[in-house]
């Protein structure tokens, strides 16, 4: 067999060797795309099985029957949507599972630097925050809202778990200051600080309370605590 041929081969059964391991980076058959004169790319899939990944711009993506996603170049990196239907996504280490309503933004090294989706059935999501594990129990319906560049997590029907710190609520708001917790304004539920060993709720048994730890005044706050940082 001539040498140039038989080498040609081997290229060839190695390369479907390593695609066979790994999500394409082509889009398969059974999804439509389309791209805007902008550079925006629409993904639909409209008959490919939902099981079936694909890769695209460090995104690999599983889409089920009738998800659109739209995905375009922002500063630095990538934002994908998942304008209807539902999707799970993989990017930059961390699982996102079936999830809708989503807006996931990335840098150039594909870290998330923002997150804002719908859990479509209960879900652990796990984050990384200034080299922390964060992990989001979000139940059916469940919301998170993940911006690490602003230092600020928003959540509803979703606990979250971070640097010892228990937040279990219908809804929370978390602030941050280089990735110390600084102000957590919850309504119905509770904090559980692990580090104090404390588990914190409303004072007045009401709906919404805020907790600070900063040690402010709060004798003109309706509900809050505040802690200072020597009791930390």
Not at 95 to 108: H, K, M, S, W
Not at 156 to 169: E, K, L, P, Q, R
């Amino acid at each position: 067999m001539n040498r140039t041929i038989a080498y040609c081969m081997l290229v060839v059964m190695l390369l479907q060797g390593v695609l066979a391991e790994e999500p394409p980076t082509t889009i398969p058959e059974g999804f439509t795309v389309t791209t805007t004169a902008e550079g925006t790319t629409t993904i639909e899939n409209t008959g490919a099985d939902p099981l079936t990944p694909f890769e695209i711009a460090g995104y690999t993506i599983q889409a089920e029957k009738g998800a659109k996603i739209m995905l375009f170049t922002v500063a630095d990196g990538n934002s994908l949507t998942i304008k209807e239907g539902i999707a799970s996504l993989a990017v930059g280490g961390t699982q996102l599972p079936t999830i809708t309503n989503a807006v996931i933004n990335t840098d150039a090294s594909n870290q998330i630097t923002f997150a804002e989706f719908t859990a479509t059935e209960p879900q652990i999501y796990t984050f990384t925050y200034k080299d922390q594990p964060m992990l989001f129990t979000a139940a059916r319906g469940g919301t998170v809202v993940f911006a690490p560049e602003e230092s600020y997590i928003k959540t509803d029907h979703t606990t979250v778990d971070y640097g010892g710190y228990h937040i279990a609520s219908e809804s929370t708001e978390l602030g941050f200051d280089e990735g110390k917790l600084v102000h957590a304004a919850v309504f119905r539920g509770t904090v559980t600080d692990n580090n104090l060993g404390l588990t914190l709720s409303s004072s007045e048994g009401g709906e919404l309370f805020d907790v600070y730890y900063d040690g402010r005044d709060i004798s003109k706050d309706s509900d809050a605590i505040s802690i200072s940082e020597d009791e930390i």
